[in-house]
């Protein structure tokens, strides 16, 4: 009977809440949950736009409507009703409770922990450790899934003494033998000390909060006086050399008209003499042509009465005595505009290289950040070691950048990446530790998952980039090595996906079978020299917006620099061709990463 409702309550238990299920509703794949539970679930996935069942990991878009399971509903409230689920909820350990580990299929809430027998016992599983032990004086505790913390690892026994030579946890046989000598108290006792000091060290804190609070007010009053000051003083910049630029068209303006006036002037008094001249010319052709007809007449009365009208003055109306112009042309006023030019742009240059770079070195005097220091030595800051496993957020707190030039000084910058299994395509087959990677033919069973590229053979790496950072990639045959914001598109084939062809990445593409190598961008293609050697360095400074790829073999090559503003956080992505690799060295041996800020 007992087993029969223990099997009821868990067909009418959520999987979420490990309770009876409240206001029940089903979901399209079947599954049946609590209305609060599902929908705080799917509330938490609304930003990905992909929502799926905490069981069976269906994913369903866009978000699927629920609405109450009446049946579900009803067989809840009716074994509600036994009492049976009232005592089974009230003692059964839920998400964050300690379980009982005596506890057979599901696990109650455990209520005490012993340290002689290291396990921890829900109420009945107690009363039987007390019966068993009725003599022996156990040490018991509240329950807590921390017993292993407190045993001694060497000798088995409960860790009750601190040694603050060493700063640690001890057992009493530990006191006796290596730790003999040393400055020895009891866990409570210091555990006293320390909330002392705790309460000191959070007072310290909460200072130093208010601190950076106002420091924080005080930065984004400054960057948004920045901004304004900006805006205006670029304002003001076009409006002055649009003025200048005005003046100089006014006075090209002034030229042509006084080249056009000249030209029409000429022309007019030109035209006039052509229409002359024209008529002139028409006056002798038709006398000729009488003449003509009257040295052929017999008529001896005829030609005499009009051979003086055809021959007689005035026969021509234009001045004999014209002489014209050998080369007419405004070659001495283009040459006078030239000189114009010339000379203007000589003082132009002369007064630029002067006021340029007082113009250069006011501009670069504006600076919100004078200096960054961390006075505090309670409060270092967090520096990040080859060996973490998820790194933070890399970020420069350099005030002036200034790009490294030998490899020595790039190595300053090192960052260790490791790539994402959760972006990497099926194809791509990682090493253990995540920085070396082949892409084959066969496909890897990773879970589904929002993030993974599921038609470009592409990855991201865990880590972001944010300040100033440098990282070598090797690589074979065919890949490309870009930098990406992480929203970028992860479904489909489409150009909002792939690498260099959206306004999201950058991506060197190199190829060893065609020797080709190409920067993208925008879908934008730089063609660059030919790379021989198979390392890659790759130097990022966020904040000045500059990209750069070297080949790295003897010495370092510059390949390409992009100059940009990056409004996000970037994150090393690679693409690679059937049959090709990257991997992602560890640079250790040229550089103590541990003494230098990412």
């Known amino acids: 009977m007992a087993d029969a409702s223990a099997k009821r309550q868990e067909s009418f238990t959520c999987p979420v809440c490990l309770d009876l299920l409240k206001d029940p509703v089903s979901i399209p794949c079947g599954h049946t949950y609590c209305l609060g539970c599902i929908k705080g679930c799917w509330d938490q996935e609304d ?31 009716d074994f509600r009703k036994t009492g049976l689920a009232a005592a089974s909820a009230k003692s059964s350990s839920r998400i964050g409770d300690v379980k009982c580990d005596l506890c057979t299929g599901r696990k109650h809430k455990a209520v005490k922990s012993c340290l002689d027998c290291l396990l921890s016992y829900c109420k009945t599983h107690f009363k039987a450790h007390n019966e068993l032990n009725p003599g022996r004086n156990h040490s018991v505790i509240d329950a807590t899934d921390q017993l292993q913390e407190r045993i001694c690892p060497r000798h088995k026994k409960v860790s009750e003494i601190f040694c603050r030579t060493d700063q640690n946890c001890i057992c009493y046989l530990c006191a006796i033998d290596e730790h003999k000598g040393h400055d020895l108290v009891t866990a409570a006792a210091e555990w006293m000390d320390k ?39 670029v304002e003001d910049s076009e409006r002055i050399f649009t003025e200048m630029i005005c003046s100089i068209e006014r006075r090209r303006f002034e030229v ?5 006036a000249q030209e029409k002037a000429e022309v007019s008094r030109a035209e006039g003499l052509l229409k002359q001249l024209e008529q002139e010319i028409a006056e002798l052709k038709r006398r000729d042509a009488e003449l003509e007809k009257l040295s052929h007449t017999e008529d001896h009365i005829h030609f005499l009465k009009n051979v003086v009208s055809v021959t007689g003055p005035p026969w021509h109306t234009v001045s004999t005595c ?30 630029f290289k002067e006021e340029v770079a007082k113009i250069s070195a006011a501009v670069t005097h504006i600076q919100i950040i004078q200096s960054l220091e961390y006075s505090d030595p309670e409060l270092p800051i967090r520096r990040t070691s080859s ?48 920085r070396g990677m082949e892409r084959r033919d066969e496909l890897q069973s990773y879970p589904d998952h929002p993030e993974r590229f599921d038609e470009w053979r592409q990855v991201l790496c865990r880590e972001g980039v944010s300040g100033r950072c440098y990282w070598e990639v090797e690589w074979s045959n065919g890949v490309s090595i870009a930098v990406s914001y992480k929203t970028i598109s992860r479904k489909g084939a489409g150009n909002e996906c792939g690498f260099g062809i959206n306004d999201q990445s950058w991506s060197l593409i190199l190829s060893s079978s065609s020797s080709s190598c190409y920067f993208w961008h925008t879908d934008k293609q730089t063609e660059l020299p030919l790379v021989a050697s198979s390392r890659i360095g790759v130097y990022v400074d966020h ?16 390949l390409h620099r992009a100059q940009t503003t990056f409004t996000h956080t970037l994150y090393p992505g690679f693409y690679i061709s ?17 003494d230098h800020e990412n």
């Not at 000191?200 to 007010?217: A, G, N, P, S």
């Not at 042509?256 to 056009?260: D, G, N």
């Open 47 to 77: 930003g990905k736009g992909i929502y799926s069942c905490p069981q069976c990991r269906r994913t369903f878009t866009p978000r699927p409507a629920v609405s109450k399971n009446t049946l579900i509903a009803e067989l809840v409230e």
């Open 387 to 434: 060996n973490d496993a998820m790194p933070p957020i890399m970020s420069d707190v350099q005030a002036v950048s200034t790009e490294p030039v030998t490899r020595q000084e790039f190595l300053k910058y090192l960052c260790h990446f490791t790539f994402d299994t959760n972006t990497a395509h099926r194809q791509f087959h990682l090493t253990e530790e995540k």
């Open 543 to 558: 904040r000045a917006g500059t990209l750069a790829f070297y080949s790295i073999s003897d010495k370092m090559t510059l």
């Open 578 to 594: 059937t049959g090709s690799s990257v991997v992602l060295p560890q640079i250790v041996d040229l550089v103590d990463v541990n």
């Open 256 to 260: 042509t008209e006084l080249i056009r």
């Open 322 to 351: 014209m002489t014209f112009a050998e080369s007419v042309s405004f070659e001495a006023v283009k040459e006078s505009v030239s000189t114009v030019k010339a000379q203007l742009e000589e003082k132009l240059d002369a007064i």
């Open 195 to 233: 909330q002392k000091q705790l309460g000191q060290t959070q007072q310290r804190f909460q200072q130093r909060i208010h601190e950076r609070e106002k420091d924080l007010q005080e930065l984004r009053e400054t960057v948004e006086t920045l901004k304004s000051s900006a805006q205006t003083a």
